[in-house]
């Protein structure tokens, strides 16, 4: 399963909020066997996210959007949803009922458009929050508040599934230009692709479908370099 995540926010952009949602989507998707494709940031501009969420729907086989959710005057991600999809936004009576069932509020107690979603959409229930998420055809709009966008996908994580790749790290003190010849060699000798991501050492990410091979290929690397020790 091949997945785009759209992260939604004109803070995000100008680096006001740290774009922690990305990450922890990508994590979880991973681990899920999910293939990550794209992480796109898009302002909160209805034509730009109408734009994306059409082009990556009709590339990958689901993507998940967060931020931008609600009644306020910059919350334009449902909008650009359904823009996305030809369809009109309307007022969503499952979420009116849950509100009110598990959030206590009555529809006079919502800010107008609190509960606005695309036409034939489903509703995605907020277990953290007020603002309601919603699935489009194979389109995930979840909430931008970390809190609330966790609780959401926790209710749809089972709709995210591949095939599991099986991860193993070997830490080392070399420098990553001196390990490009084991590196090819460890991919000749074992089903597996390499990673390296150099900081105040090299890590290097062996990843592959059959985890007796990666655990071999993982031991293989040991053996033949300076190995990294804290």
């Known amino acids: 399963m091949q997945v785009a995540v759209v992260t939604v926010g004109d803070e995000l952009l100008a680096g006001d909020t740290v774009?922690?949602?990305?990450?922890?989507?990508?994590?979880?998707l991973t681990a899920r066997g999910v293939s990550v494709e794209r992480?796109?940031?898009?302002?909160?501009?209805?034509a730009d996210i109408a734009r994306v969420v059409n082009e990556y729907h009709a590339e990958y086989d689901a993507v998940v959007v967060t931020g931008g959710?609600?009644?306020?005057?910059?919350?334009?991600?449902?909008?650009?949803?359904?823009?996305a999809f030809g369809r009109s936004l309307e007022r969503h009576a499952d979420a009116e009922e849950w509100l009110e069932t598990n959030g206590g509020y009555s529809a006079a107690d919502l800010v107008e458009g609190t509960t606005d979603l695309p036409a034939g959409s489903r509703m995605l229930p907020n277990d953290e929050?007020?603002?309601p998420g919603a699935v489009v055809g194979s389109v995930y709009v979840l909430p931008g508040v970390p809190g609330e966008m966790k609780a959401m996908y926790a209710r749809v994580a089972d709709e995210f599934a591949g095939e599991r790749t099986h991860v193993r790290f070997v830490h080392t003190s070399e420098p990553e230009s001196s390990l490009i010849e084991r590196f090819e060699a460890v991919q000749s000798a074992f089903d597996v692709t390499v990673g390296?991501?150099?900081g105040d050492h090299v890590r290097i990410k062996l990843a592959g479908a059959d985890e007796e091979t990666v655990e071999s290929a993982a031991a293989w690397l040991e053996a033949?370099?300076?190995l990294y020790e804290e």
């Not at 992480?39 to 209805?46: A, I």
Request: a negative charge; one cysteine or more.
């Open 129 to 131: 929050g007020v603002a």
């Open 69 to 83: 959710l609600g009644p306020t005057h910059d919350d334009v991600t449902m909008e650009s949803v359904a823009a």
């Open 196 to 198: 390296s991501y150099p």
């Open 19 to 28: 774009n922690t949602n990305a990450a922890w989507l990508c994590e979880e």
């Open 224 to 226: 033949r370099v300076d």
């Open 39 to 46: 992480v796109t940031t898009v302002p909160d501009r209805v």
